[in-house]
């Protein structure tokens, strides 16, 4: 199971690609109706999808997995009684699986049968993205129901976060207790530290200063600096995520905590914690479809 791509609908979706074009580092992909598609370096169609809409929404987050892995998903959706229907992508990559709705809102969608593309050079292009993490009411609950039905494994809870895997890194969402359900950020991998602290440059140079970075992570150990994109979101460089096995102790808030004074591991920078409030409130979740009995997956398998 792979975090593959993140599908935001927002006003001036060309102007939110500008900005992730020219200045963060990705490169176009495509451009289908009013949606623009960003990619990487690395082997993915696209990372983003930017869809022209009235209001800024998370339309989903796409994993890409076996179709296997498809049919043992369906089964405890089904189960578990979350709404949820079939798909075809008509995105970039193609596919078709299905997408659920969790009990917060977060949209995510699994797709079989993508296809990939290939990897193309670039200094300073982010090589996929690393994390999506969510804003919760309940992330402890969220962190329950994306374990028992979708097969993730929490890593670490912190008194911010729950940190869940879906493959031996580290962490490919999580969860923060935030009392709201919203998009909190989305982190793309640079291919290593320099790439990160070129990519901060590189904003500067445009006159935009980290809302919180750099600095390394307690969990996960990765390299980070978070950025306000004009578009509003909240977006990251990282790096070197760290690998788990599957014996991973599952690290508890006690395990984490800081000298008086830090909240990363290097002590560099301010976090400037009300801007990002501001801006993890801005993506919220929107559910434009009716679930479906997920009968051709589930029949495929039987
Ligand atoms: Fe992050």
Redesign the pocket.
């Known amino acids: 199971m792979r975090l593959r791509s993140i599908e935001l609908a927002l006003p001036d979706a060309s102007g939110a690609a500008e900005f992730l074009t020219d200045i963060w580092g990705l490169a176009p992909a495509d451009v289908r109706g009013g949606t623009h598609y960003l990619r990487g370096s690395g082997s993915f169609p696209y990372l983003v999808a930017l869809e022209e809409a009235a209001q800024a929404f998370v339309r989903s987050t796409t994993f890409v997995c076996s179709e296997e892995r498809l049919a043992v998903l369906a089964k405890a959706v089904v189960a578990s009684g979350l709404a949820a229907r079939e798909v075809s992508s008509q995105d970039p990559g193609g596919g078709h699986g299905l997408i659920v709705e969790l009990p917060e809102g977060e949209v995510l969608r699994f797709l079989g049968g993508t296809s990939e593309v290939d990897p193309i050079e670039g200094r300073d292009l982010p090589v996929k993205l690393?994390?999506c993490?969510f804003n919760s009411v309940d992330a402890e609950a969220t962190g329950h129901v994306v374990e028992d039905v979708l097969g993730f494994r929490i890593s670490d809870r912190t008194k911010a976060m729950v940190f869940v895997r879906c493959n031996t890194s580290h962490h490919s969402t999580?969860f923060a207790r935030a009392g709201f359900s919203s998009l909190?950020?989305i982190?793309f991998e640079m291919a290593d530290i320099d790439a990160v602290m070129r990519g901060i440059g590189r904003l500067r140079d445009c006159g935009m200063a980290p809302a919180w970075g750099p600095g390394r992570?307690g969990p996960?150990d990765?390299v980070?600096a978070?950025f306000i994109a004009p578009f509003g979101a909240v977006v990251?460089f990282?790096t070197a995520v760290d690998k788990v096995a599957d014996d991973y102790r599952v690290g508890a808030p006690e395990d984490w905590t800081w000298p008086q004074g830090r909240i990363d591991q290097w002590g560099l920078s301010e976090k400037d914690t009300a801007a990002l409030r501001v801006a993890e409130e801005r993506f919220r979740f929107l559910r434009d479809w009716e679930a479906a009995p997920l009968s051709a997956i589930l029949g495929a398998s039987a």
């Open positions: 690393t994390h993490v999580a909190n950020h982190a992570h996960g990765n980070f978070y990251e990282s």
